[in-house]
């Protein structure tokens, strides 16, 4: 009951009574009334959004503060657009929204991506109006936040981009094109085979999609969202580029690391809490590196020098050599090692060996003894015969 306490006897009765009267007459409404009508403000304007009706858009809004969601997000291929209300902070003539924002890409999600939002109301005339909508207090930024949103739809692939040129949103389109029969032929289980690609305009701006600092992806060239284990019946896997690190690469560098990443979308539900990073890491680089033709001593510099300066590792990465905000060379090191893991497995039991063990890992409820019930069922093998092959790997390919 915002804004009102109840009272008590005939005193009582006779406020709910005005409260009542003043709702009928065009005084405030009481705050059920007031709620009801900010849930069918936000369904105006979820289908306006949706149907790309502007006029209809701009009747739910007063003031500049939201008037850029709508020619930002107009490019967006949208399947659905719907504002849950969660929650109506009211004083007086003005209010504040807490609201959860599902939304799908067509084509592309099978189930709705949920953002929270929350928006700014004011109530003039005896209607509620919004006269901002951010992302909520702790949750990420969704890419039409950042700028008018730039779509290049390919055949297998939607680029989504802020700040990027058609014919550079055009190129991360083609690499992502090849990157899907890439991973089809590397990776036999079944999933969608297709991708979408997020370019913000810059690392502040992934960042703010990922809602995390800057600071921990600085020199990341791309990281791709979703939740492990996910199932058909997901959202989408988004793949969000550095433009600042993967801007830097070549050619070369750029579609491995698209198909790296078109990796972690493809082996998703397949990926468990069971599965420790150097495999799913390490599964994704060697997708990128097939077929290239690129060697060990091209591939792992950071691993080859270590190796031979006397530095052999004793053992696989474990996952908090994967951090970003940690040591570089460390990390560096860690997803080196990692790729050669998998490329070992791939040269001596063979690539459908290395995919059947993924699937034998990420299949365990929990990490103890996931490997190391794969190692003996797939490889026939135990984690110290695994890890000394692996060093003895590590020296014939790099010392």
């Known amino acids: 009951m915002a804004g009102h306490r109840r009272g008590s006897g005939a005193v009582g009765l006779c406020l709910a009574l005005?409260?009542?009267?003043?709702?009928?007459?065009?005084?405030?409404?009481?705050?059920?009334?007031?709620?009801?009508?900010v849930r069918a403000l936000l369904e105006r304007r979820a289908r306006a959004v949706l149907d790309g009706d502007e006029r209809a858009y701009e009747k739910t809004e007063r003031g500049p503060g939201g008037a850029?969601?709508?020619?930002n997000a107009r490019g967006i291929p949208l399947a659905s657009w719907e504002y849950r209300l969660t929650r109506l902070d009211r004083s007086g003539s003005e209010a504040t929204a807490s609201a959860r924002l599902d939304y799908r890409l067509k084509g592309y999600d099978s189930a709705p991506l949920t953002a929270e939002r929350t928006l700014s109301l004011e109530r003039r005339g005896g209607q509620w109006y919004v006269t901002a909508?951010?992302?909520?207090?702790?949750?990420?930024?969704?890419l039409w936040d950042q700028g008018r949103v730039i779509a290049e739809r390919g055949a297998r692939s939607l680029v989504l981009g802020v700040g990027q040129s058609p014919s550079e949103l055009r190129a991360y389109r083609e690499l992502a094109d090849r990157a899907v029969p890439a991973v089809r032929e590397a990776w036999p289980a079944k999933w969608p085979g297709r991708v979408v690609v997020l370019a913000p305009r810059s690392l502040a701006g992934m960042a703010g999609l990922l809602g995390a600092p800057a600071a921990g992806y600085r020199g990341i060239a791309a990281v791709t969202t979703g939740e492990a284990g996910g199932s058909r019946r997901a959202p989408a896997d988004r793949?969000?580029?550095?433009?600042?690190?993967?801007?830097?690469?070549?050619?070369?560098?750029?579609?491995?690391?698209?198909?790296?990443?078109t990796t972690h979308v493809a082996t998703r539900a397949q990926t468990s809490a069971a599965t420790p990073l150097w495999l799913s890491e390490g599964f994704a680089d060697w997708v990128g590196y097939r077929g290239t033709g690129r060697t060990p001593d091209q591939a792992a510099p950071e691993l080859r020098r270590a190796v031979q300066?006397?530095?052999?590792?004793?053992?696989?990465?474990?996952d908090e050599d994967f951090g970003f905000a940690g040591d570089a060379e460390r990390l560096a090191g860690a997803y080196e090692g990692a790729w050669l893991a998998c490329r070992m497995i791939a040269e001596r039991w063979g690539e459908r060996k290395l995919t059947d063990f993924y699937g034998a890992v990420g299949a365990h409820k929990e990490r103890?003894?996931?490997?190391?019930?794969?190692?003996?069922?797939?490889l026939d093998t135990t984690p110290e015969d695994f890890t000394a092959r692996w060093r003895t790997y590590l020296r014939s390919e790099l010392g």
Do not use: M, W
Not at 369 to 376: K, N, R, S
């Open 68 to 71: 850029d969601l709508f020619d």
């Open 309 to 318: 300066s006397g530095r052999l590792p004793a053992a696989l990465p474990d």
């Open 18 to 37: 005005c409260l009542a009267v003043l709702a009928g007459c065009g005084g405030d409404p009481a705050p059920d009334a007031a709620t009801g009508a």
């Open 368 to 378: 103890a003894g996931a490997v190391e019930d794969a190692l003996a069922e797939v």
């Open 133 to 142: 909508e951010r992302p909520a207090k702790k949750a990420g930024e969704q």
């Open 239 to 261: 793949i969000i580029l550095n433009p600042e690190a993967y801007g830097v690469l070549g050619d070369f560098g750029k579609q491995v690391v698209l198909t790296h990443e």
